[in-house]
């Protein structure tokens, strides 16, 4: 027996997905650029992933979905982008303090050549510091970044109030919606968003395709040179597989977001019930602000590590300790750092994310298998 509980870090990408987009592997394997039949069917599967991505999120057409190859090189994309092409309008970047790597790393980087970079803070529960964003904003402000949902912590951040913030004295606001798109209902012209960035397989989309939404009017500057595919922005062959299968996973997604959502929500609720019976846990993250899908704990005097190792070994129950991306780090993660944790704390954190092959059905099997490592693991604890 097996439980896959780290959707966060991958996901089974949707056999009807798969179904949709497998004719463009090798019957319908145009490139879109080229002007024949096979080349205008390749196109025009694009063309409708680009309606069914801005549909997920209300955009306001079709050609505000740039195609990336990642949820990473998107993020990468809106940071570089607004940054090059706005410079001369200031020079400050802003962003919370629990961003993603892939959103903090080109930010530090920005710094390097003469960007200011400040960090926002957030409460204990992970909710963004409305007032401190305020003090921190201003004219010369080129990017403000802030994820929607948290892919560590779950907390969903008030997307709308940080609108009106930035947008009062700054310019863009760009939104990482990598672990809540298609979880909870996105529209970005009602949040005032800028730049919006979407994974596809956290979509159960194939890996190996990203979006970004650019709001009309938004400019940016390219940050690779080639060809002039998806407006200059992303040059390159188009991966048509890995599109044509985000643009249905998202299309699925949209349609089935209500239930699934409150399916997750019912199973990720009697998770946590039970979890925070066991002595000495704590909820990690804000307890009702969260991702639909998300239940993530903190351990006193164990280290996530090795829950996460006992639950795979003896229980075969898979889960994480954080960002997938730092885990294999001995680094306490700075998202558990910034809600206020200490070193010792953040050392013993375990997330689940769950996902369409779960069900309720598993909730007793993980509680005890939790209880189980836990009291294990703390009877070897020289802490
Ligand atoms: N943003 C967030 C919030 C993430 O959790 C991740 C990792 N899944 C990314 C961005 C980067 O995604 P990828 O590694 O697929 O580019």
Do not use: W
Not at 183 to 204: A, E
């Amino acid at each position: 027996m097996s439980i896959y509980l780290d959707y966060q870090s991958a996901c089974p990408v949707d056999p009807r997905a798969v179904e949709f987009a497998g004719r463009y592997l090798a019957e319908d394997f145009g490139n879109p650029s080229a002007l024949h039949a096979t080349g205008l069917a390749a196109k025009a599967v694009v063309e409708e992933a680009r309606e069914k991505v801005a549909r997920l999120i209300n955009a306001e057409g079709p050609s505000t979905i740039i195609f990336t190859g990642s949820a990473t090189e998107a993020n990468n994309l809106a940071i570089h982008g607004t940054a090059a092409r706005n410079a001369g309008a200031g020079k400050q970047l802003l962003a919370s303090a629990i961003e993603h790597i892939s959103v903090l790393n080109p930010l530090k980087y920005l710094q390097k050549t003469g960007f200011s970079l400040s960090l926002v803070p957030v409460d204990a529960s992970g909710l963004l510091d409305l007032e401190a964003l305020k003090g921190q904003v201003s004219p010369e402000t080129v990017l403000t970044s802030v994820q929607y949902g948290s892919s560590e912590i779950g907390t969903v951040q008030p997307i709308k109030e940080i609108a009106e913030i930035v947008h009062s004295g700054a310019r863009y606001l760009h939104v990482d919606a990598t672990a809540a798109a298609g979880k909870i209902p996105i529209d970005v012209q009602r949040d005032s968003i800028d730049l919006l960035t979407i994974s596809s397989n956290d979509l159960y989309g194939p890996q190996g395709a990203g979006a970004l939404y650019v709001r009309p009017g938004v400019r940016l500057q390219p940050v690779s040179f080639g060809g002039g595919q998806e407006r200059g922005l992303r040059p390159g062959t188009e991966n048509l597989f890995a599109i044509a299968g985000l643009g249905e996973a998202a299309r699925l997604a949209g349609q089935e977001l209500e239930a699934e959502g409150s399916r997750l929500k019912g199973m990720r609720d009697r998770l946590i019930g039970e979890i925070l019976k066991i002595e000495q846990s704590h909820l990690t993250g804000h307890p009702q602000r969260r991702l639909p899908h998300h239940a993530s704990f903190r351990f006193s005097r164990i280290e996530g590590e090795s829950i996460l190792l006992t639950l795979d070994a003896m229980f075969g129950i898979q889960v994480s300790t954080g960002s997938a991306c730092s885990s294999r780090t001995l680094e306490p993660s700075h998202v558990l750092l910034a809600i206020g944790l200490k070193h010792e704390e953040a050392h013993g954190s375990m997330v689940m994310t769950l996902g369409k092959r779960n069900s309720q059905d598993e909730v007793p099997a993980i509680v005890e298998a939790v209880e189980k490592t836990v009291q294990r693991l703390r009877a070897m604890s020289p802490l």
